[in-house]
């Protein structure tokens, strides 16, 4: 099914603008390898001009045009944007998925997710009109206190490429709602639904220069826009090792950073779970997306009492999953999202062979699968905790299996990892599942569950996860900085000094 790929520009002040440079990227299907089509790339003299554009917008009329403008005015932006994802979801679907390689069904509740997040967002934008005097009470009874909420200004979002779309509208949904200007940097390995998103944009008269779109490698145009000294905040999304070049730049100039990176995150079974439903979630949590994403419960700790019965189910489950193009009906399993990401999994796992763990099932190209850069749902096992598949993210559909024989033992092995985002816990004694909530050095848990993931919930992670949170209020939160308003109400002069009048 030849889906036909749009060609377009950059986005910067509300139209399309070819890239001062005129280079493009060629875009791979990554089923097929095969060059679809291509992006503009984007460089720093684009990137020049997209933060004076955001930058006028937000002081456009003294700011009365969009940044000091009611929440109310800007949520109806927010929610037209949804409105057009729902309405041009069936082809917004299809061009992620042959973009980045997820399996339509997924792309799918992708899009359900981006339209959703900016009507949620436009729900908190509304609300900022009644919380621009939030009093607070104070002990001397000759002053009185309140705090607004303003917009940081000029907002820098890098995002990545696992979840094109919805990444960039976490960030691009909260930073209209708080009034800031932004310039939009999606990964250059997936950016096609994000350049839709300016088609979006235009078509419901946002005014020109709130919202930006450069498209481009990350050294060309990604650590300009970080380090820009026009450029109120930056937040990425990626890999710990991008990110912490990102917090660099931005440290140069004092600027906040908000930062989701990586993680390897555990997931708990103890012996009295319902292995069946367990195994599902286990798989789900590591399997889902293809297995790239950041929060993925790639360590299975299981207790050493139902190892052997758990692992056998959860090969079954493994063996049930359907590997196609990502468009065939049914797909579970996609490919990953590039060459270089094929090479790097494949890697990882050829590795930890070598220094002696066990391939217990997949670890390679599935058999009736000759192109594309798929990788078939992996399971190891005789791993020890030095090992670099067990400490590092491989970001791929490999699970890596220990055992356990106490609590613990459990809380040790989750915790011993520099990362720090997600953890979930199997169990029907919720009086466990509780002490594991509180012991888990993470920002998310799962108790009986993994990978959920709601608008209304903070995300976000500790250690090397990053920091700062994204989704509900504490999303918006992230691009709001907060000014204390106080007043002397007495009439009575200070009074610290001696009135010159009475010398």
């Given at each position: 099914m030849a889906i036909p790929i749009p060609t377009r520009q950059l986005f910067i002040n509300g139209e399309w603008r070819e890239p001062v440079l005129k280079n493009r990227i060629?875009?791979?299907?990554?089923?097929?390898?095969?060059?679809?089509?291509?992006?503009?790339?984007?460089?720093?003299?684009?990137?020049?001009?997209?933060?004076?554009?955001?930058?006028?917008?937000?002081?456009?009329?003294?700011?009365?045009?969009?940044?000091s403008a009611t929440g109310a005015y800007r949520a109806r932006y927010l929610r037209a944007i949804a409105a057009k994802i729902t309405e041009r979801?069936?082809?917004l679907s299809k061009l992620e998925a042959i973009d980045c390689g997820k399996p339509l069904d997924e792309a799918a509740w992708d899009m359900d997710d981006v339209a959703a997040c900016f009507e949620y967002f436009a729900k908190l934008a509304e609300s900022l009109d009644s919380k621009q005097k939030i009093p607070v009470p104070l002990s001397a009874e000759a002053f009185k206190c309140h705090v607004r909420k303003e917009p940081i200004g000029v907002v820098g979002l890098i995002t990545p490429w696992n979840y094109p779309l919805l990444m960039a509208t976490w960030k691009v949904a909260p930073s209209l709602a708080a009034g800031c200007t932004a310039i939009l940097k999606p990964s250059e390995v997936a950016s096609l639904t994000c350049l839709e998103l300016a088609d979006i944009c235009i078509e419901v008269g946002l005014p020109p220069g709130v919202l930006n779109i450069v498209t481009g490698l990350g050294p060309a145009a990604g650590a300009p826009l970080s380090s820009h000294p026009h450029v109120d905040k930056v937040a990425f999304t990626g890999s710990t090792a991008t990110g912490s070049k990102v917090m660099t730049a931005a440290a140069q100039l004092l600027k906040p950073v908000s930062l989701e990176l990586g993680g390897k995150s555990p997931i708990v079974v103890f012996e009295d779970a319902d292995l069946d439903k367990a195994a599902e979630w286990v798989a789900f949590g590591c399997f889902w997306t293809n297995g790239q994403i950041c929060s993925a419960t790639s360590r299975l700790l299981v207790h050493e009492s139902i190892a052997d019965e758990f692992q056998q189910k959860l090969i079954n489950w493994a063996k049930n999953i359907k590997i196609s193009d990502p468009l065939e009906e049914g797909c579970r399993l996609g490919p990953v999202?590039?060459?270089?990401?094929?090479?790097?999994?494949?890697?990882?796992?050829?590795?930890?062979?070598?220094?002696?763990?066990?391939?217990?099932?997949?670890?390679?190209?599935?058999?009736?699968l000759k192109k594309g850069f798929f990788v078939e749902p992996t399971i190891i096992t005789d791993i020890n905790t030095s090992m670099e598949i067990w400490r590092e993210e491989v970001f791929g559909p490999v699970l890596c299996v220990q055992k356990f024989s106490t609590e613990d033992e459990a809380i040790e092995l989750s915790n011993d990892t520099h990362f720090g985002l997600a953890a979930a816990v199997i169990s029907k004694d919720l009086d466990r599942c509780d002490r594991m909530v509180k012991a888990f050095n993470v920002g998310?848990?799962?108790?009986?569950?993994?990978q959920p993931c709601f608008c209304?919930?903070?995300?976000?992670?500790?250690?090397?996860?990053?920091?700062?949170?994204?989704?509900g209020e504490w999303g918006l939160d992230n691009y709001m900085n907060v000014k204390q308003v106080t007043q002397y109400t007495s009439d009575d002069p200070w009074g610290w000094y001696q009135s010159p009048s009475k010398l």
């Open positions: 060629p875009v791979v299907n990554p089923a097929t390898e095969q060059i679809i089509g291509d992006v503009p790339a984007g460089t720093a003299e684009d990137v020049e001009i997209a933060v004076d554009a955001a930058r006028r917008a937000f002081t456009r009329n003294k700011g009365k045009d969009w940044a979801k069936p082809q999202v590039s060459a270089g990401q094929y090479e790097k999994v494949t890697k990882m796992i050829s590795t930890a062979k070598s220094e002696g763990a066990t391939i217990l099932f997949g670890g390679a190209r599935p058999q009736h998310i848990v799962w108790v009986n569950c993994s209304e919930a903070p995300w976000g992670g500790n250690k090397r996860s990053g920091f700062g949170r994204e989704l």
